[in-house]
């Protein structure tokens, strides 16, 4: 999904920006080499998710495998993972570079915090540079989790009235509070004497609110 925007990002029939987000496509490639890149390493993900468990072979004069091949499919899964960081902070390089050209214009908060946080180590393109540098720069940024803290409280806002706003009570639901202890259960004979004792203080106010002799006021 992550470099499906890309793709959309760098190419004008898609974004109605400059092509390859740059000025003076024709002397600049811009973000087209990043681009490659981002398909390149989604391709490779491609062949490292095939399963580790097919290729498990005999060992030990036939009377062991290796199964799952557990190890080559934990190394694979933390090789996937360093490819969609890097993958990601390619888009994220492209959208920053995206709103360059859409200034004035404003985008929402968090995002408008996160763009200032990416300029303080990658500055806007101008003209072609070894991008190298700043893809790892925003790959670092991803890893130490800044881009998450940037945005954080704004984020927990929105979801927090997400909640209220979105949340439909149940009628066959019951709300628990979790603030008080927990009530003991009352015994049915407890329940049917309390019962009895609400019953008997109805009469006793039916009797007093009744004239003498049962007659009519």
């Known amino acids: 999904m992550s470099e499906r925007r890309i793709e959309r990002l760098v190419n004008p029939a898609y974004s109605e920006l400059p092509a390859f987000l740059v000025e ?74 995206a709103i360059e050209f859409l200034r004035p214009l404003k985008s929402t908060a968090p995002l408008e915090e996160v763009y200032k946080l990416v300029r303080t180590v990658v500055k806007p393109w101008d003209k072609d540079r070894y991008m190298s540098p700043d893809i790892e720069a925003a790959v670092k940024l991803i890893q130490e989790e800044k881009v998450w803290d940037a945005v954080k409280n704004m984020v927990d806002l929105y979801n927090r009235e997400q909640l209220y706003e979105t949340y439909v009570f149940s009628p066959t639901s019951s709300m628990v509070n979790t603030s008080s202890p927990p009530q003991k259960r009352r015994r049915p004979s407890v329940i049917r004497k309390e019962r009895k004792n609400s019953i008997d203080m109805k009469d006793k106010k039916m009797d007093v609110c009744l004239p003498p002799n049962g007659q009519d006021p």
């Open 24 to 97: 003076n496509g024709g002397l600049h490639s811009g973000f087209m080499i990043a681009h490659c890149t981002a398909a390149a390493l989604v391709s490779e993900n491609k062949v490292l998710c095939h399963p580790a468990s097919v290729d498990s072979l005999t060992t030990s004069g036939g009377q062991e495998d290796h199964v799952s091949m557990g190890g080559w499919a934990a190394r694979k899964a933390l090789r996937v993972v360093e490819h969609v960081e890097q993958v990601i902070a390619i888009e994220l390089l492209c959208a920053c570079q």
